[in-house]
């Protein structure tokens, strides 16, 4: 892929906004990411992200085929390379030539006996004080990337970044208006069982949790079923069911 003038670059940008923006969930937008750092920055053959974990650690997601994740592998097991060096130290790191680069030897030495890499780009995720990850890129001959191939990476990872942060906080107040509706959902059932049958709370919980358990279904459909018919649904257990 050749370099883009300066308005098709921008026009390219807005586009893969938009295709971020679309997304369905978290895992989608990191596969877009990488999807879009192969189709945009000239030499880029291979691409993945690595995702620092909550307890520190470093994981690879969305790679666009095998190649990444064994050359992430390898510096997970060493401790060492381009992209760790990414997320806890520089903006981004280039290497022009893993048989030469002499920064990680560990690293280097196994990627080149092991894959067909040879330049790697790294780009830093994050958005203000949050280190989200690394934008990692890869090419099988040397000298692949050049320094406007720099900058266009660390601009996908600014993208990339901001829409990583926005899909996980979209997630997250998924999961908490679905726990509120559930939770409303029991309230109500437990309201109907200690109505009807001169239940404590606890005692109306514990009807819920049985009738769960002993159909196979989820506590908040449970409570649904309650809540709509006044009843405890009365369905036969699942076969197998809590074996």
Known sequence: MQDLPDAALAATFVDIARRFEAAEDPADTQARITRAAVDTVPGCAHASISMVRRNGGVTTVAPTDDVPAMVDAIQYRTGQGPCLEAIWDSDVVHID???????WPRFAAQAVADTPVRSILAAKLFVQDDVIGALNLFAETPNAFDDHDAAVASILAGHAALAVSAAREKEHA???DQALRSSREIGVAMGVLMARGGLTREQ???VLREASQRLNVKLRDVAADVADTGQLP???PVAGAGD
């Open 204 to 206: 109306a919980f514990g």
């Open 97 to 103: 030539d893993l048989a030469t680069d002499d920064r």
């Open 234 to 236: 009365v369905r036969e």
């Open 174 to 176: 998924d999961n908490l």
